[in-house]
T-cell receptor, first 112, second 114 residues
Framework: DAKTTQPNSMESNEEEPVHLPCNHS???????IHWYRQLPSQGPEYVIHGLTSNVNNRMASLAIAEDRKSSTLILHRATLRDAAVYYC?????????????FGKGTHLIIQP | DAGVIQSPRHEVTEMGQEVTLRCKPISGHNSLFWYRQTMMRGLELLIYFNNNVPIDDSGMPEDRFSAKMPNASFSTLKIQPSEPRDSAVYFC????????????FGEGSRLTVL
């Protein structure tokens, strides 16, 4: 499986934008980029996914580099409730029935 | 709508005892996953089922662990006999599969083996 690299932790201030980077230099043409997050004492939850184009949803935006070797999850206005571990995961196209492999993720700390 | 339901939420047991963790997936989902999370190893995929059939159990640590899915609305993860190193949070997740297969996780079962 293609691997992803994320910073261990990041810190940001409340109500400011947060950019969470992810490197995936060995990504293949059929890999989707998925983001999940895990709030304290909860199971992971889906955030967003993309293939080539930038994506927006109610939770976040996903910016994908033109060569697809990196991506950035953008939280436009972080709140204290966004403090969580964020996981960037590659998933082969059509692999929706297969398990996800989680790395260590980025621990996002939000300062009030 | 109810999400993925796991029970028990917390279990404390003694080494050597049998532990059974239960999971009810979201109705209509045809894929079910069992994960284990520890500080040291993070989130590990133990086993997953498609249409009640085990597809990949390569993550199951050893023969003491077994998982079943007798029908589309119920799965169990059993540890027999349990050991202190099995202490972890066990998560169940389900998905519709398909192209993207967003996973929906339960709240987890925290297991402590003394």
């Amino acid at each position: 499986d293609a691997k992803t690299t994320q910073p261990n932790s990041m810190e940001s201030n409340e109500e400011e934008p947060v950019h969470l980077p992810c490197n995936h230099s060995t990504i293949s043409g059929t890999d989707y980029i998925h983001w999940y997050r895990q709030l304290p004492s909860q199971g992971p939850e889906y955030v967003i996914h993309g293939l080539t184009s930038n994506v927006n949803n109610r939770m976040a935006s996903l910016a994908i580099a033109e060569d697809r070797k990196s991506s950035t999850l953008i939280l436009h206005r972080a709140t204290l409730r966004d403090a969580a571990v964020y996981y960037c995961i590659l998933r082969v196209q059509g692999g929706g029935a297969d398990g996800l492999t989680f790395g260590k993720g980025t621990h996002l700390i939000i300062q009030p | 709508d109810a999400g993925v339901i796991q029970s028990p939420r917390h279990e404390v047991t003694e080494m050597g005892q049998e532990v059974t963790l239960r999971c009810k997936p979201i109705s209509g989902h045809n894929s079910l996953f069992w994960y284990r999370q520890t500080m040291m190893r993070g989130l590990e995929l133990l086993i997953y089922f498609n249409n009640n059939v085990p597809i990949d159990d390569s993550g199951m640590p050893e023969d003491r662990f077994s998982a079943k899915m007798p029908n589309a609305s119920f799965s169990t993860l059993k540890i027999q006999p349990s050991e202190p190193r099995d202490s972890a949070v066990y998560f169940c997740a389900s998905s519709l599969g398909g192209q993207i297969g967003e996973l929906f996780f339960g709240e987890g079962s925290r297991l402590t083996v003394l």
